[in-house]
């Protein structure tokens, strides 16, 4: 299992479309409970549950949805369910 170190991962404060702009993986906080999706749309697939407060890792933009991981499960979240800052 590599590392956060090792996956470049960076808690950053600025806009979402800034960071995934320069291709880095950074972390994010869930302020409140969520569903993640199997494809970025609120018609896919639930596959599951982020409990609020979570730590995330997200992993790429697509639209106004975000790819991410969360423990060793990725899915689809969107945007406007994330918050940017130090963490």
Partial sequence: KMTDNQMGIFCLVGSLATLIAASEIFCANLPSRH???LAPAS???TIFDIPA???IIILEQH???CRISFGNAYGWIP???I???EQ
Avoid: D, Q, R, V
């Fill in 43 to 45: 018609t896919a697939l």
């Fill in 53 to 55: 407060n979570s730590k």
């Fill in 79 to 81: 945007f406007s369910a």
């Fill in 83 to 85: 918050s940017i800052g």
């Fill in 35 to 37: 569903t993640a999706k």
């Fill in 63 to 65: 639209g106004g949805w």
